[in-house]
């Protein structure tokens, strides 16, 4: 069981918005801004999406962006494209030992 | 253009050792928080160990007592001992790296392609 609680898949037709949420606790997600969003596709490494909660690397579209509430954070996904159809978790670092956590995985359909 | 290279991987008996390697270009491996990061076939990522610039180590509780992260600075290479391997270790491993500036190791902006490693009899 992944430290962090994501859905299990999600979907949603081109053009429109989807979010997907990452469930932690004070330890983790609600007390530090340390958020982080990947994408991978089938056989290929992660790719670093979204990272302190909010902040999008170069090379990232804006289509992509992150929030942050209580102990729950999220990535919202704009404008869906077929290329954005992939598997996406979450992580954050945690004060216990595990020092970084990351929730299951969240398969996006794009219809 | 920064790359890793991951090698090392393959198939290994339970119990057995096995010595991952990271090759690091474009930027300096002693100079970054560098990670180590598995995924079980058909399963989610798992954080296994970070080595700071500084030289602390931290383990995931999964590897801790199995596990060495170490570095090889004039190689630029990070490793990944591993000992006393079981199944469940079982996994593609990944070595990433934070941004210098980072406060901690915390997210990862570059990724190796991974290296597969099966423990089984």
């Known amino acids: 069981q992944s430290a962090l609680t994501q859905p299990a898949s999600v979907s949603g037709s081109p053009g429109q918005s989807i979010t997907i949420s990452c469930t932690g606790t004070s330890s983790d997600v609600g007390g530090y801004d340390y958020v982080s969003w990947y994408q991978q596709y089938p056989g290929k490494a992660p790719k670093l999406m979204i990272h302190?909660?909010?902040q999008g690397p170069s090379g990232v579209s804006n289509r992509f962006s992150g929030s942050k509430s209580g102990n729950t954070a999220s990535l919202t996904i704009s404008g869906l494209q077929a290329e954005d159809e992939a598997d996406y978790y979450c992580s954050s670092y945690t004060s216990t030992s595990a020092y970084v956590v990351f929730g299951g995985g969240t398969k996006l359909t794009v219809l | 253009e920064v790359q890793l290279v991951e090698s090392g991987g393959g198939l290994i008996q339970p119990g057995g050792s096995l010595r991952l390697s990271c090759a690091a270009s474009?930027?300096?491996?002693?100079?970054?928080?560098m990670t180590w990061v598995r995924q079980a076939p058909g399963k989610g990522l798992e954080w296994v160990s970070v080595?700071?610039?500084?030289?602390?180590?931290y383990y995931a509780d999964s590897v801790k007592g199995r596990f060495t992260i170490s570095r090889d600075n004039s190689k630029n290479t990070l490793y990944l001992q591993m000992n006393s391997l079981r199944a469940e270790d079982t996994a593609v491993y990944y070595c990433?790296?934070?941004?210098?500036?980072?406060?901690?190791?915390?997210?990862?902006?570059?990724w190796g392609q991974g290296t597969l490693v099966t423990v089984s009899s």
């Open positions: 302190d909660v909010s």
């Open positions: 474009g930027f300096t491996v002693s100079s970054n928080f």
């Open positions: 990433a790296t934070t941004p210098r500036g980072a406060s901690r190791g915390h997210y990862f902006d570059f």
């Open positions: 080595i700071y610039s500084g030289g602390a180590t």
